[in-house]
Each structure stands twice: as C-alpha cells, then as structure tokens.
C-alpha cells in the first residue's frame, strides 16, 4: 500500500490542496458575483493557492509545530479573501462571509470523512492529523470535501432564492449542483478496496499499483467533470438571462408602440370633436334658454362619452395596465369579444413592470381563448383593485365544457398557467380558480410591492 507524506507538495498533495482551494472557488461563486467572468475567478483563487500551498510545503511547514500551522492557515485564508475581493462583487461582510464558510465547509466535511471512515474500517489508527496516509486515504478524503462543497453551494442557492421570493429558472440549473453529491459515497468506496479486514483477500485480485492507478483517474475524472458543470451552470443561465432580456426587450417595444398608438387616436378624436365643440355647447345653451334642459343634458352627455374615448383608454394611472387593456381591448372588438373592466385604485402599482405585462395578458389570454368558442354571452370580465397591500385581479367569463373521453381538460384555461403561478410565487401571493354553472371565475392576489431587480412604471400625473 502506498503511503503518502502530505509534507511533499509532489507527486499526491497537491489533490488536497487543490480541493481546500477550490473549496474557496465553489462558495465565493455561489455567494457572489463575478466581477470579470467566472474564469477568471477560478483561475485567481486557485492560482493563488496553489503557490501558497506550494512554498508553505517546500519551505516552512517540515518544521513548524501546531501554532505555525494556525498562523499558516489564517495567512492561507486572509490571502484568499484578498484574491476575492479582487475579483468578485459585494458587499465586504459577504466576501468575509464567504471565506469563513469556506473553511467551515472544508473542516466539516473533512470531519464527516473521518467519522465515517472509522465507523466502516475496522481498527482504523489514522486520522486527519496524520503527515504520512494511505493513498486512498488522501483519494476518498479529497474527493469528499470536494464534493462536500457542491452540497453546500446548493443549499446557498436555494437559501438565497427564498430570501428574495426569485425561485425561477436558476432554480432548475442548480439541481444539477447535486450531481457531485454522488461522489460523496464515492470518496468512501474509494478507501474500501484498503480496509484492513478486506486487503488480504483483494491483493490476490487486484494488484496495488493497478488499483491505485484505477483511484488516481476516477478521482481526476470526478473533480474534472464537476467543475465542468459549474461553468456549465453559467453558460446556460447566462443564455437564459439574454432571453429574459431579449424578451423584455420585445415588450418594452409593444407597449411603446401600442401607447404611440394610443396617443394617436387620441389626438384624432380631438381634432374630430374640437371643431364642434363650441357649436355643441352653444347648442346646449341654447336648449336651457328655450327651457329645454333635458335636450342640453343628452347633447352634453354624447359630448362626455367623447370626451372619454380621448383618453386612449387610460383607465387608471398605471401605463402598463392600460397599454395591455387598450390592445386586448383591440383584440377583443376584432373577435367580436365584450371586455368588460373595472378598477379600483387606491395606491401606486410597485409590482415589476415586465412581470406585471406577462401576467395580464395571460390572464386575459385564457379568458378570450374560452369566451371565442362560444356563440353567446361572449363577455369577459375583469376586476382590478390596486391597494398599498395587494394588486387584486378577478377574471370572470362563460365557458363551453368539452367532456370527451380522452381529454383531462374541459375548458380552455390552461395556457399560461405555469408562468401566472410563477408570477403569484414570486409576489408572495396566490392564484386560484372555481366554475360553476358554466361561468369561470378566477382570483390572483399578488404582494403590491417593489423587488430589488425591478423598476416599478411611471405613474402619470393629472
């Protein structure tokens, strides 16, 4: 069995001091943000690391007792926290922050092995302490830690999307965080072929140096693929982010266009009535003074439903709810579909001005797609209340029920559903939905407040 001096930098330690520098990557990532790219990132810290690791084994470490091996370890860190700095983006308590579960992370799951090591090899006498180990040893313990460190970049991750109610697609890219946890049991396996009350019977199969060089590779194989899915992870969020941005992008210009559209009409039906408008009010004047108010009331009443139709449909002080109402309005008069709305506001929508897009329309979406296969009653309705607590949306329409034998299905309010319950989680709020006598009807509450990411719309004036 080959034993390793963990004092010789070359040809096996390096792996340790690999795995304790990578450690520091894997959280630092996690917590903070690239200043550069993550590249560069894992290059700085493990560089800087490596030669530490390096002139610490080569010069000093042979013969420093236990106090020098602290003070080595706090400069190994401070200098680590100082590459970070360099390098990442964030406030100076969550680098520090950073650094500190770094070590944690690394002396706990080096603990981890150890207790578990000694529970599955009987008469175990070595211990993490130890200068001189067993190849497999040095193997199963960097491999573990190594591993270790993806289990807690996961929990991270998952702690930091609850904290900002944002579990979204980065979510999904971070469940394969626990790919590496499988190597876990793998840094244990990897000791076994070395157990103490199994080697006599292993040696007639398995010669020492192939089993070592068979260790060797699983354990480059593993950490080369894992770190592979850490840039792997960013590759497909960061496209995932462009189509986000792309996608805005290509709201922002629907609404701008469809407001400039509104803004349009508006100005025509002014330039229609303007010309009669004095010749409409001397008319009324001229209806009270014969004593006929009640001719003057209805010509000023035409005038009002005019005057009305002059605001574009601004029906509330909110562009973004306008806009989306003014073309599903359009788009509703085209299929012959009465949309029917009503709002009560009483405070400034904060909710994100994307968000809040995504969602009216799929709302209205699913109301217009059930309303379009009737012959009758092809109304949709909508309540909006708009408080300093909560942005209320209440949908209500006709529907006709399909009930064939192969469909799960009897209306036509599915589209959407997911990204409107995404929406809802995101807000802290709820969505629901009830039929009854062939009427639909359905609730979205959402938490009327300001994410850190977003940028709540203008809210227009007079």
């Known amino acids: 069995m080959t034993i390793v001096d963990l004092t010789d930098f070359f040809p096996f330690t390096w792996i340790v001091h690999f795995v304790r520098a990578f450690v520091v990557f894997n959280i630092s990532h996690t ?46 860190y401070a200098i680590l926290f100082a590459v970070v700095c360099l390098v990442t983006s964030g406030k100076l308590f969550t680098k520090l922050f950073s650094i500190i579960f770094s070590l944690t992370a690394y002396l706990s799951f080096t603990f981890i092995y150890e207790i578990l090591k000694n529970l599955l090899v009987s008469n175990s006498n070595l211990s993490g302490l130890n200068k001189q ?96 899915i850490i840039f792997f992870i960013d590759y497909v969020e960061k496209i995932e982010e462009n189509n986000i941005k792309k996608d805005r992008e290509i709201v922002k210009n629907t609404m701008d266009y469809h407001q400039m559209l509104m803004m349009k009409q508006e100005k025509q039906e002014f330039r229609k009535i303007k010309h009669d408008f004095a010749n409409i009010i001397t008319t009324a004047k001229g209806f009270i003074e014969i004593n006929k ?59 994100d001005d994307y968000d809040l897009c995504r969602l009216l329309h799929n709302l209205i979406d699913n109301e217009m797609n059930a309303v379009s296969q009737l012959d009758v009653d092809r109304c949709c309705k ?8 909560i942005l209320s949306i209440k949908t209500e329409n006709k529907y006709r029920n399909f009930k064939t034998k192969h469909s799960k299905k009897s209306d036509e309010h ?20 009830n039929q009854f006598n062939g009427v639909w009807n359905a609730e979205t509450l959402l938490d009327n407040k300001k994410l850190a990411n977003s940028t709540p719309p203008p809210r227009i004036l007079g």
């Not at 599915?414 to 939905?433: D, E, F, L, P, R």
Request: net charge neutral; proline share 2%.
């Open 293 to 351: 108010p009640e001719k003057a009331l209805h010509i000023l009443s035409n005038t009002n439903e005019d005057l009305i139709g002059l605001a574009g449909f601004s029906i509330c002080s909110n562009e973004t709810i306008n806009t989306v109402l003014y073309i599903k309005k359009i788009q509703a008069e085209k299929s012959n579909i009465d949309l029917n709305i009503e709002i009560e506001e009483n405070a400034a929508v904060l909710i």
């Open 133 to 228: 180990v067993l190849l497999a040893d040095l193997f199963g313990d960097a491999l573990f830690v190594f591993a270790g460190s993806f289990v807690w970049a996961f929990i991270i991750k998952i702690i930091n999307s609850k904290t900002k109610n944002n579990i979204s697609y980065r979510s999904k890219f971070s469940l394969l965080l626990l790919f590496p946890a499988m190597h876990l049991a793998s840094g244990l396996i990897s000791y076994i072929p070395y157990m103490q009350y199994s080697s006599r019977m292993l040696k007639d199969y398995y010669p020492k140096e192939t089993t070592e060089i068979l260790l060797t590779v699983f354990t480059i194989i593993c950490m080369v693929i894992d770190i592979f």
């Open 414 to 433: 599915g589209n959407g559903t997911g990204i409107i319950k995404s929406i809802v989680s995101k807000y802290n709020g709820k969505y629901a939905c």
């Open 382 to 389: 909508i309540f909006i209340k708009i408080n300093d607590e």
């Open 31 to 76: 917590v903070l943000k690239n200043k550069y790219n993550t590249f560069i990132t894992f290059i700085s810290i493990m560089t800087a690391g490596m030669i530490y690791s390096y002139l610490n084994l080569t010069f000093t470490i042979k013969n420093a007792d236990v106090k020098d091996e602290v003070l080595i370890m706090i400069c190994y």
